[in-house]
């Protein structure tokens, strides 16, 4: 959910899921643990799944808010897939408000991840890192694991052999032979990006190619694993600063 709002005052209630939310504008106050809390812009909020809290603005301005929910089943399996075992015990939030950038960095690009269309690599590395970004931060436990290189090069070579197609993140796990969270962290940490990021860019080389081969924008986007060729044009300046048409006109004799 991403609302303003201002007048709607939330009935006590509670949520079988997680809830995650940061405030981006005002401020919002609630009570929960017993106690009363107010999450100001850029604070953090977690429920437990089952903890009764309400809800309220705290002026008369209002207040913008982006929130999720993650079933307990689901952070279990994140958690578990991190540590390379079974189960084990669900974590429980201390603290209603984190004041934690990391942790509101991570909640928004979930946010955008589950409901601006990406696909299911880009989400599962998002969702694993707003979980361990918050329970690490909320609840004090660390867990660092990363692959072995050998397993960082087969998921490479999936990722290079792959070309347009999507790849799911159970297929890269187990091209690679280890658990997901093991792969995104080692990945990242050989490669300086994550496997989602490090797909991206082998498209965007390849439709710089077919460019310089004369071939049409839209086709170029559609051959290359793109949405459309808006998306595209998107990706292309975010990182190479130009767009695909001012990249053809330049490239041209």
């Not at 995650?20 to 909020?45: K, P």
Request: aromatic share 8%.
């Amino acid at each position: 959910m991403h609302a303003h709002l201002r007048e709607h005052v939330y009935h006590r209630h509670s949520h079988e899921a997680y809830s995650f939310g940061v405030t981006e504008e005002g401020a919002q106050s609630f009570s929960c643990r017993g106690g009363a809390h107010t999450s100001a812009t850029g604070l953090v909020m977690t429920f437990n799944p089952d903890e009764p809290h309400d809800g309220r603005t705290a002026d008369e301005l209002g207040f913008t808010y982006r929130i999720v929910h993650i079933g307990p089943e689901l952070v279990g399996q994140v958690l578990a897939d991190a540590a390379g075992r079974g189960s084990g015990p669900l974590p429980l939030f201390t603290e209603p408000v984190l004041d934690d950038v990391r942790a509101a960095r991570a909640i928004r690009r979930l946010h955008h991840g589950l409901t601006g269309g990406a696909d299911a690599l880009v989400r599962d590395e998002r969702l694993t890192e707003a979980v361990l970004a918050l329970v690490g931060r909320g609840t004090g436990q660390r867990i660092s694991v990363g692959a072995a290189g050998g397993a960082l090069a087969r998921a490479r070579a999936l990722l290079v052999d792959a070309g347009p197609r999507a790849v799911s993140p159970e297929e890269l796990a187990a091209a690679a032979g280890c658990s997901r969270f093991a792969l995104y962290r080692g990945f990242k940490a050989a490669y300086g990006l994550g496997p989602s990021d490090y797909q991206r860019q082998l498209r965007l080389r390849e439709a710089r190619r077919l460019i310089l081969r004369g071939e049409g924008l839209a086709e170029v986007a559609t051959a290359t694993g793109f949405t459309d060729q808006s998306h595209l044009n998107r990706w292309f300046l975010r990182c190479y600063g130009i767009t695909p048409g001012a990249f053809r006109a330049g490239a041209q004799p």
